[in-house]
């Protein structure tokens, strides 16, 4: 066990050092893919977009095939249609792929098509892009002339005919029918090396939007599988966050924070109670600590990519332990609570513990695919191949931690009608409903609702989603404490029968097997009352 969790954290190392965040380098090496996804980052005013295609590899000779980028602009994150329809179809082929495909959420995209031929990259615009600010790297962006101009045009705006401020806004970027970029050409050992770049400035608030990169691969039959290095450059005029991820660092040290502050309070509750403690107790107080440091550690790591574009791998590292600790904590709690250890009985039955030993794994690759899709490139082929496996251990995961809670209220159904525990039994089977419900809400809405809401809002509204998540994670932290806290009351800790073990009395042969029950300052404690729910 030891040595599994070495090669983890090994594993965890590796990812931290090797990848940069809002500085991408991806290699594509041998990749045969139609399209790639490089990029999707929300753009506020004064934000830029810097891309480098460093050694684009093909045959020397002439290029049968067709190559480009595409970027696309949306309101929110939802998955572009023509990807998810005409994976299959080249989009740079001509009108007829794309026709009909831009809406109010998909107002424009801009074709870049390289011309290996004449050296040089097209561009092309369709929808709504009314200026297109493209230069050969971020260097050349003229920024002060750029922004003196667009006061110029907004405060003579009502001065001039409307075709003369159509003109006045066309001057500030390049047109987009006649717009082209140089590509540079070197040749080495009977093989073409191409090279390229753009750089995009957002100039005013109507360009604003998230936007979507992407790499197209429209092969001939005879062309091979291409190798390039494409190195990307966003920022938000020196924010290295995109426009949803702004308020993330202040939301995840607030949130750690409060669970830091639930955490000592709890700690505390612990400490003080006169009733007794157990195990679980600690083990739910461990779980506070670790969110709230996991929080704390993620909301540093933020504000380092906020401010550099790229991690300090020391506090990433961090990150992701807590982050696995946490992950794993968590749904060894939600077992030992549905099961009942610590509180009704001290031993596991064997079907619980084939549960851990089911559910423990799964939670440590989930959480392995987690950093490892959050630190890898959108457009390594890894990446889905990551995510789909990542949503496929989740839900078993979760699948998996209902069954101790539906066979602990199954158990309390049967034995809810005998005589002299019922009524305990009854108010146990309440308790372990509810917390069957608290873990349901809790599932649904941070795995489904927040995914909803994740591709529904606007861009530069996506962090409500990771507020809705925080905040479901902590009612449902607090409602599982209060339901499981140490008081007499509770009927989780009032004692059937069936769970006190039986003690022999004596050997000798008129008392056998006569046992007696011992009896627990528990029994004598009052059941929770009703409420009035």
């Known amino acids: 066990m030891i040595s599994a969790l070495k090669k983890v954290f090994i594993v965890i190392f590796a990812i931290a050092v090797s990848v940069s965040s809002r500085i991408h380098k991806l290699p594509l090496v041998d990749d045969e893919r139609h399209y790639v996804d490089l990029t999707t980052f929300g753009f506020f005013e004064g934000g830029i977009l810097d891309v480098h295609m460093i050694n684009f590899k093909l045959p020397s000779g002439s290029v049968l095939g067709e190559y480009g980028f595409t970027l696309d602009r949306t309101v929110n994150d939802a998955i572009n249609p023509y990807l998810e329809v005409h994976s299959d179809t080249c989009i740079l082929k001509g009108v007829e792929n794309y026709g009909g495909l831009l809406s109010p959420h998909h107002p424009a995209i801009v074709f870049l098509k390289l011309d290996f031929k004449n050296l040089r990259i097209n561009i092309t615009c369709e929808g709504e892009v009314t200026a297109l600010h493209l230069y050969q790297n971020r260097s050349m962006i003229p920024i002060d002339r750029i922004k003196r101009q667009s006061q110029y045009i907004f405060v003579n705006r009502q001065r001039r005919s409307p075709l003369d401020s159509k003109k006045s806004t066309e001057a500030l970027g390049s047109q987009c029918s006649y717009a082209v ?174 549960i851990f030993m089911i559910v423990i794994p799964l939670q440590v690759v989930a959480n392995v695919a987690e950093i490892i899709i959050a630190e890898s490139e959108e457009g390594a082929v890894e990446h889905n191949a990551w995510r789909i496996l990542l949503m496929f251990v989740d839900v078993l995961c979760c699948g998996a931690i209902m069954f101790p809670v539906v066979w602990s209220i199954h158990h309390l159904e049967d034995s809810s009608t005998t005589d002299g525990k019922a009524a305990v039994n009854l108010r146990k089977l309440k308790l372990f409903r509810h917390f069957y419900v608290m873990i349901l809400c809790y599932i649904y809405f941070t795995r489904i609702i927040v995914t909803i809401l994740e591709k529904t809002v606007p861009f530069q509204y996506s962090w409500i989603d990771e507020m809705f998540r925080e905040m479901a994670t902590f009612v449902f932290f607090v409602m599982t404490g209060y339901k499981f806290r140490p008081a007499a009351a509770n009927p989780y800790f009032t004692p059937t029968y069936d769970d006190v073990e039986p003690k022999v009395i004596s050997e000798i042969g008129v008392l056998d097997g006569v046992t007696n029950r011992e009896k627990r300052r528990e029994d004598m404690q009052p059941l929770m009352q009703e409420n009035s729910e």
């Open 181 to 354: 970029l140089p590509i540079t050409k070197e040749t080495r050992n009977g093989f073409d090396y191409y090279n390229t770049s753009f750089a995009m400035y957002v100039a005013s608030d109507k360009e604003e939007g998230l936007y979507n990169l992407y790499f197209h691969n429209c092969p001939h039959e005879t062309e091979p599988a291409i190798n390039v290095l494409i190195e990307i450059y966003e920022s938000n005029d020196g924010n290295f966050l995109s426009a949803g991820e702004m308020p993330l660092p202040a939301l995840y040290s607030m949130m750690s924070l409060i669970f830091f502050l639930c955490a000592g309070f709890w700690t505390f509750i612990l400490k003080t109670s006169r009733h007794k403690v157990y195990r679980i107790h600690i083990i739910m107080c461990v779980l506070v600590y670790l969110k709230a440091m996991s929080l704390a550690f993620h909301g540093i790591n933020y504000h380092f990519i906020q401010t550099r574009g790229e991690h300090v791998t020391a506090w990433a590292i961090l990150y992701y332990i807590t982050h696995l600790l946490k992950g794993a904590v968590l749904f060894v709690t939600i077992i030992l609570v549905g099961t009942g250890w610590n509180f009704i009985k001290h031993i596991l039955a064997d079907r619980d513990k084939k």
